[in-house]
T-cell receptor, first 113, second 113 residues
Framework: DGGITQSPKYLFRKEGQNVTLSCEQN?????MYWYRQDPGQGLRLIYY???????QKGDIAEGYSVSREKKESFPLTVTSAQKNPTAFYLC????????????FGNGTRLTVT | QKEVEQNSGPLSVPEGAIASLNCTYS??????FFWYRQYSGKSPELIMS????GDKEDGRFTAQLNKASQYVSLLIRDSQPSDSATYLC?????????????FGTGTRLQVTL
């Protein structure tokens, strides 16, 4: 079945450590996205990529980094510079075009203590 | 003014009633609109998309779009307890890249027995 796989589902880290969240899709979508969700704040865009080897900052990119070496993969690194990293992280993809919806993975819940 | 606004709720409706969820947006040139359902602790799932003025029906769900008034709504007929979730409105604005959907903060729906 086609879909988006995020791993791990839960992740615990100590403050000051970098951590990488995995996102893989087999939908053959060109565009991939990372969102962060905090209670009561909806979805906020961190980074997105419309093509391999290219990506753009979203609204809250500070403290995060990404890479897009393969069409299927778009990993997100949460660095120690991110001040409030505890959140629910969602990876998504879509076909190009204004009328295409986003398809989401199951999310990774990151807790940093 | 937020780009996409929703009443956070909770909106409480009795089982079997019609639930009406509303969303307004600021970019008059927006061209595509999506409704996602999100259960607590889960990722959003697409339930409706609409692009033209008027109504679009899919089973118990009806999406309504009025571009002149810049609002989009979702009606859920014969509401069931399983419909209890947060409903996110997403808009593809005209300004900026076509790849960026903007989300509202969501309306929490509670269907009571």
């Amino acid at each position: 079945d086609g879909g988006i796989t995020q791993s791990p589902k839960y992740l615990f880290r100590k403050e000051g450590q970098n951590v990488t969240l995995s996102c893989e899709q087999n939908l053959n979508h060109d565009a991939m996205y990372w969102y962060r969700q905090d209670p009561g704040q909806g979805l906020r865009l961190i980074y997105y990529s419309q093509i391999v080897n290219d990506f753009q900052k979203g609204d809250i990119a500070e403290g995060y980094s990404v890479s897009r070496e393969k069409k299927e993969s778009f990993p997100l690194t949460v660095t120690s510079a991110q001040k409030n990293p505890t959140a629910f992280y969602l990876c998504a993809s879509r076909e190009e075009g204004r009328y295409s919806p986003l398809h989401f993975g199951n999310g990774t819940r990151l807790t940093v203590t | 003014q937020k780009e996409v606004e929703q009443n956070s709720g909770p909106l409480s409706v009795p089982e079997g009633a019609i639930a009406s969820l509303n969303c307004t947006y600021s970019d008059r040139g927006s061209q595509s609109f999506f409704w996602y359902r999100q259960y607590s602790g889960k990722s959003p799932e697409l339930i409706m998309s609409i692009y033209s003025n008027g109504d679009k029906e899919d089973g118990r769900f009806t999406a309504q779009l009025n571009k002149a008034s810049q609002y989009v709504s979702l009606l859920i007929r014969d509401s069931q307890p399983s419909d209890s979730a947060t409903y996110l409105c997403a808009v593809n604005p005209l300004t900026g890249t076509a790849s960026k959907l903007t989300f509202g903060t969501g309306t929490r729906l509670q269907v009571t027995l």
